[in-house]
């Protein structure tokens, strides 16, 4: 099992940025997809970002498509979620995921990753 451990996360206004970082416990280039994940009080878990390594492609989420980044640091075994023009909308505990290879994967469903992180609380106040 891969553990995943988050920091960054915080209280910023509206319009503000936060960088989320997400390091696993082995090297990123043994899992094919690493993603991000978010859930705000009384709703269901949602797709934030992913990024897959083989392919190298990058998913977004509509709702954060052209604010969000996600950046793959291999020197630093980091992944990063560059949050920039942040909304109130975007407040929720946000969860870094992981997959090894194998198998037929969807990297925006999170029935599809195996290991997960504690989550780290963003707040955006308006």
């Known amino acids: 099992q891969v553990q995943l451990v988050e920091s960054g996360g915080g209280l910023v206004q509206a319009g503000g940025s936060l960088r989320l970082a997400c390091v696993p416990s082995e090297s990123q280039l043994s899992l094919y997809v690493m993603g991000w994940f978010r859930q705000a009080p009384a709703k269901e878990r949602e797709f934030v970002a992913a990024?897959?390594?083989?392919?190298?492609?990058?998913y977004y989420s509509s709702s954060v498509k052209g604010r969000f980044t996600n950046i793959r640091d291999s020197a630093n075994n980091t992944l990063y979620l560059q949050m920039d023009n942040l909304k109130p909308e975007d407040t929720a505990v946000y969860y870094c995921a992981s997959r090894r290879p194998g198998g037929v994967v969807d990297a925006t469903r999170a029935a599809d990753y195996t290991d997960w992180g504690q989550g780290t609380q963003v707040t955006v106040s308006s």
């Open positions: 990024t897959t390594w083989g392919g190298q492609r990058t």
